[in-house]
């Protein structure tokens, strides 16, 4: 769950169109304290919960837990880990599932190992705005103590993508287990309420993975199949809200 005082606040400027230092937006929000639980947490508990914004740009607080049964979420884990560790290991190791991808890995604490696609089918593409910056992202998914992760991050100044989890494995970003077992997360550095934020950088390189991800397993590259996080039952997010431009994104993702 998330503290009223680990609240994010947006980069009132935020970068013009391909325009960034660095990729970092000038600084670095408070992290929360996770999303609880083994597959259960949530980037969408840490970091496009922490200080979640709404399409008016209000804050608001998360407390109560994203997914849906920690008892049941821990009983899963505790019933796949010696299958699972024994052939993908509890921690991946540095490759990249997508080409341009630069492996900056989650601590194995916050996803859980699996063979997907044999344990579990792919068929989602779950889309998030990290509500933070693509540092500080990152950090909270190398937190053991936050229990949340997705499996990219894409940078708004330059578009480029952090792969943090392996596609077979788990990423804990949709705050709801059986959402969670047949999705791949792409957190989005940015505000909800800060549209600057989504430059032509970050929308072509997050839909050239979204269409290689769509590739890859066959998943149909439409908004049925590549969703906000807003649509995952059960969950209060808004991301990545109205500004997101969801025609502009689903041309890309079937052009490229």
Same mark, same amino acid.
Request: with cysteine.
């Given at each position: 769950?998330?503290?009223?005082?680990? #609240?994010?606040?947006?980069?009132?400027?935020?970068?013009?169109?391909?325009?960034?230092?660095?990729?970092?937006?000038?600084?670095?929000?408070?992290? /929360?304290?996770? /999303?609880?639980?083994? /597959?259960?947490?949530?980037?969408?508990?840490?970091?496009?919960? *922490?200080?979640?914004?709404?399409? &008016?740009?209000?804050? =608001?607080? =998360?407390?109560?837990?994203?997914?849906?049964?920690?008892?049941?979420?821990?009983?899963?884990?505790?019933?796949?880990?010696?299958?699972?560790?024994? %052939?993908?290991?509890?921690?991946?190791? !540095?490759? *990249?599932?997508?080409?341009?991808?630069?492996?900056?890995?989650?601590? %194995?604490?916050?996803?859980?190992?699996?063979? =997907?696609?044999?344990?579990?089918?792919?068929?989602? *593409?779950?889309?998030?705005?990290?509500?933070?910056?693509?540092?500080?992202?990152?950090?909270?998914?190398?937190?053991?103590?936050?229990?949340? %992760?997705?499996?990219?991050?894409?940078?708004? !100044?330059?578009? $480029?993508? +952090?792969?943090?989890?392996?596609?077979?494995?788990?990423?804990?970003?949709?705050?709801?287990?059986?959402?969670?077992?047949?999705?791949?997360?792409?957190?989005? $550095?940015?505000?909800?309420?800060?549209?600057?934020?989504?430059?032509?950088?970050?929308? %072509?390189?997050?839909?050239?993975?979204?269409? +290689?991800?769509?590739?890859?397993? !066959?998943?149909?590259?439409?908004?049925?199949?590549?969703?906000?996080?807003?649509?995952?039952? !059960?969950? &209060?997010?808004?991301?990545?809200?109205?500004?997101?431009?969801?025609?502009?994104? #689903? +041309?890309?993702?079937?052009?490229?």
């Amino acid at each position: 769950m998330t503290r009223a005082d680990d #609240l994010g606040t947006p980069d009132p400027s935020g970068p013009l169109d391909g325009v960034g230092e660095s990729g970092q937006l000038g600084r670095d929000v408070a992290s /929360g304290d996770g /999303g609880n639980g083994d /597959g259960g947490g949530d980037v969408s508990g840490d970091v496009d919960a *922490v200080g979640d914004v709404d399409v &008016d740009g209000g804050a =608001r607080t =998360r407390r109560r837990l994203l997914r849906g049964g920690l008892a049941f979420g821990a009983a899963v884990a505790v019933g796949l880990t010696a299958e699972l560790t024994s %052939s993908t290991g509890r921690a991946s190791t !540095g490759a *990249v599932d997508h080409p341009s991808a630069v492996w900056t890995p989650a601590t %194995s604490h916050n996803y859980t190992a699996s063979r =997907r696609t044999s344990s579990y089918p792919i068929d989602l *593409v779950v889309i998030h705005v990290t509500q933070a910056s693509f540092t500080n992202a990152i950090g909270i998914f190398q937190s053991p103590s936050h229990a949340v %992760s997705a499996h990219y991050v894409v940078r708004s !100044g330059d578009g $480029e993508i +952090a792969q943090c989890v392996r596609e077979h494995d788990i990423a804990w970003h949709a705050g709801n287990w059986g959402y969670n077992t047949r999705s791949i997360g792409i957190e989005h $550095e940015g505000w909800v309420g800060q549209p600057a934020y989504f430059t032509s950088a970050m929308y %072509s390189a997050s839909a050239a993975l979204t269409a +290689a991800i769509c590739d890859r397993y !066959g998943i149909p590259k439409d908004r049925d199949h590549i969703i906000g996080h807003y649509q995952v039952p !059960g969950t &209060d997010h808004t991301d990545p809200g109205a500004n997101w431009d969801w025609p502009r994104y #689903l +041309a890309l993702v079937n052009a490229a």
